[in-house]
């Protein structure tokens, strides 16, 4: 007799359903469409050759210990040289602070995993990224969600959330996933006192941080709750955790992330990573510190944001050009995507199948809201769509806006835009 496994499934799982974007991508993988779905970075920018002298240097110097068990908080080198690298955006960390995830998802899953109880509220942004909705669901998270504008999470309305005391608050302030907005220097400010004010501690999740395409960099939380709060205790206390990865700056397939954390609670969630995984592969962080070091990331860097920094422009461009003035979308500064607003009442399902038939992808805006009440009906987040602007090239790109606007303007008109033969591409 077979098993009934269904039955047998923990009662944490009810609910659980994959993500709308792991699903997306797979209609993503036909012949001839252009995906704006995925987060992917563009393959064409990945260090392959790096890669391959880094991989040969691993394994014929370090292969005892490069292929062996390792510490669970990660390969020491590789910790330091986060924290040198690091310092630049004034985050000064020692190794101790630092433990390496297997990406940051794998962070945001032990965060869950050491904060939340059944029934705990998180305060999260409104849009948000959905991979953390995901990771937290499993824990039995309940939301509250609070709006964002272009200047991201809007502050003036925190207080009465934070009064109601969520177990802590999620934030992206660097070109949001999935709006790319940025949280202000004033709003930055302003979030961490209330946070302090109101003993909510932060989880300050940041990816792109450093594909930054135009203007100044910005204090991260951690470094203003440093600053302004504690100025004495270095990163022993704090009220930020930190989070960041590899996947955007050197490659995905990496996994490799990392957490910034004061030092007990670095050893809480070394304890919690023990029975996930026993640390993070051991390989991949040697080979990681080989590419990373000399150097090499910074420079990787500078070529990443002159690549995407030209897409993003495409788009834009190609936006201006072929969508109707009744749509709106945000200029990013920096990341991966933007954020495109359509005339409230528009049928979000009908457009995404219409987009699909005309081999262009992107993701529904609702995916990224989390179920709660204000700051997120689910209307709000109809009419709504995340668009990727660094996996396709720029020729790509523009085609895929020219097809995407005949799908829109169809959908606002009700009628079918013809358009002229696609483009090669
Ligand atoms: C905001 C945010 N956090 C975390 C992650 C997960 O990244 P990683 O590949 O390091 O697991 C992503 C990936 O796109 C992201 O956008």
Redesign the pocket.
Known sequence: MSTAWTSRYALRTKGITSSQIRELLKVTQKPGMISFGG?LPAPDVFPVARFEEACHKVLSEQAPSALQYGETEGYRPLRELIASNMTRYGIKAEAENVMITS????A?DLIGKLFINRGDRVLLEAPT?L??LQAFNVYGAEYESVPIDDDGLRTELLEKPLRSGPKFMYV?PNFQ?PAGTTLSEGRRHELVLLADRYGIPIVE?D?YGQLRYEGEHLPPLIVLDRENLRRDHGYSIGNVIY?S?F?KTLA?GL?L?WIVAPPDVIGKLTQLKQGADLHTSTFTQFVAYEVARDGFLDKHVKLIRKIYGERRDVMLQALQEFFPPTVTWTHPKGGLFLWVTLPAGIDMQALFKSAIKQNVAFVPGDSFYANDGPGNDSMEGSRHMRLNFSNAAPEQIREGIRRLAAAVKSQLTGTTVRLKLPLEV
């Open positions: 987060g990406g940051s998802q794998q945001l990224y991979g953390a992206l996933n999740d990816p989070l990865t996947s995905p996994r992330g």
